[in-house]
């Protein structure tokens, strides 16, 4: 079975700080992967997707996540964090033979500092 | 404007009370899903449709029940039998195809009296 793994709970960085995440997954095929935001008390809003292609995708409000199959990774990285990233973070995992099903990992708090 | 819309905001549930969440998209997608989401864990599905008429329990859908008899509906009912219903409910919906991505709405928190 496929799973994903956010080994970071809580992250706090400054703001202007660069910014990393880390997402890895189990899947015995290529996976389609995404990274998802989520505000207090709202549902999800997509980032970025990787489906197929160049390994380096380019996200809404300037993240980016690259794909490398040799670590089972899907990491989210922003240059210059800003105090409205403030949110909790999702990596999620698709599976080919089962329609559109993802698989979430449990996510990651980020905070902002001054 | 397309989109999902949840409600209610808040639902209260008491002791052996049944409670249904709503969950409407018109985006005319095919699928829809739920999900629990409980801090710390992410989210888990509980069940998913992928066309009308035809639903599919995910992996947590002991003492839930839903029903899709419209392409924009999909309603889950928490039973008394769920023991430990307080979290946040999240429904989402899709073109059912790999990779295609999946629109949340904003959520409904339960909360037992």
């Known amino acids: 079975a496929q799973s994903v793994t956010q080994p970071d709970i809580h992250i706090t960085v400054s703001e202007g700080a660069s910014l990393e995440l880390r997402c890895n997954y189990s899947y015995g095929a290529t996976p389609y992967l995404f990274w998802y935001v989520q505000s207090p008390g709202q549902g999800l809003q997509l980032l970025l997707k990787?489906?197929?292609?160049?390994?380096l995708v380019q996200g809404i409000k300037g993240f980016e996540a690259e794909f490398k199959r040799s670590q089972s990774s899907f990491n989210l990285r922003k240059p210059s964090v800003h105090w409205s990233d403030a949110a909790e973070y999702f990596c999620a995992v698709g599976e080919y033979n089962a329609g559109n099903m993802l698989t979430f990992g449990g996510g990651t708090r980020l905070m902002v500092k001054p | 404007d397309g989109g999902i819309t949840q409600s209610p905001k808040y639902l209260f549930r008491k002791e052996g009370q049944n409670v249904t969440l709503s969950c409407e998209q018109n985006?005319?997608?095919?699928?829809m899903y739920w999900y629990r989401q409980d801090p710390g864990q992410g989210l888990r599905l509980i069940y998913y449709s992928q066309i009308v008429n035809d639903f599919q329990k995910g992996d947590i859908a002991e003492g839930y029940s839903v029903s899709r008899e419209k392409k924009e509906s999909f309603p889950l009912t928490v039973t008394s039998a769920q023991k430990n219903p307080t979290a946040f409910y999240l429904c989402a919906s899709s073109i059912p195809r790999p990779g295609e991505t999946q629109y949340f709405g904003p959520g409904t928190r339960l909360l037992v009296l």
């Open positions: 985006l005319n997608h095919d699928a």
């Open positions: 990787y489906f197929s292609g160049d390994t």
